[in-house]
Structures are given as structure tokens and as C-alpha cells.
């Protein structure tokens, strides 16, 4: 079992940057496939972005596309959020997600939260007008 811990929330303006990070306890962290979610009050857990074990392939919410970055490090087992040009709508708890995957194409990427086994605890982040 990997667990998850999630970094680097806060309080911003609109228009600022955060990074969000994910540490995971697994030493073969490059067999996990990662994504992150958010979820904001009231509402549902909504995909956010998502990386393949390789860290060849992503894929964004639209309402992300162009302002977020994931990336991922398997050396040091962890995975980042760039986070730029926040908009007070990016408030919420971000997740990190994980799922074990030594058999799946190292390009595989899935932005459905079903397909993951493994969730951090999240983060706050909350950008303001």
C-alpha cells in the first residue's frame, strides 16, 4: 500500500502561482500512475490533471489547460502541480491519486478517479478576488 502525502497549499491572489507537491511512500513509484483532483465545497471530486508512470504523457481539465503543469520525479517518488494564473474557481481541496500499474503501456493516462486505488489526504487552496 503507497501512501500519499500532499504539500505546498495556501492563500493566494487571483493571478498568483502555487505548487503543489505529492510524496509517496513506494519505492516503485514509477509503476504508479498519478493524477490529481479537486474537489471544492459542495461540489464533486473533479479531475484536475493526470501523468503516465513514464511521465511521457498528460492530460488537463480544460478549465486548467494552459495555466497547470503536472509533472512527476520517480527518482525522489514524487509528483508536482505548477499552478499559474489561479482563478478564484481553482479553490478547493486538492488530491492526490495513485494507482498501481507495472503491467499498464508506461504511456497510460486516465483522468477517471474509479481507475485509482490510492488518495492523499489534500490541500488546501484557496485564491481570492
Known amino acids: 500500500q503507497v501512501l500519499l502525502v500532499e504539500s505546498g497549499g495556501g492563500s493566494v491572489q487571483a493571478g498568483e502561482s502555487l505548487r503543489l507537491s505529492c510524496t509517496a511512500s513506494e519505492r516503485t513509484f514509477s509503476s504508479y500512475l498519478m493524477a490529481w483532483f479537486r474537489q471544492a465545497p459542495g461540489k464533486k471530486r473533479d479531475f484536475v490533471a493526470t501523468?503516465?508512470?513514464?511521465?511521457?504523457?498528460?492530460d488537463y481539465a480544460d478549465s486548467v489547460k494552459g495555466r497547470f503543469t503536472i509533472s512527476r520525479d520517480n527518482a525522489k517518488a514524487m509528483v508536482y502541480l505548477q499552478m499559474n494564473s489561479l482563478k478564484p474557481e481553482d479553490t478547493a481541496v486538492y488530491y492526490c491519486?495513485?494507482?498501481?500499474?507495472?503491467?499498464?503501456?508506461?504511456?497510460?493516462?486516465?483522468?477517471?478517479?474509479?481507475?485509482?486505488?490510492?488518495w492523499g489526504q489534500g490541500t488546501q487552496v484557496t485564491v481570492s478576488s
Open positions: 501523468i503516465s508512470r513514464s511521465g511521457g504523457t498528460t
Open positions: 491519486a495513485a494507482d498501481y500499474r507495472p503491467r499498464t503501456g508506461s504511456w497510460y493516462i486516465s483522468g477517471d478517479p474509479d481507475e485509482y486505488e490510492y
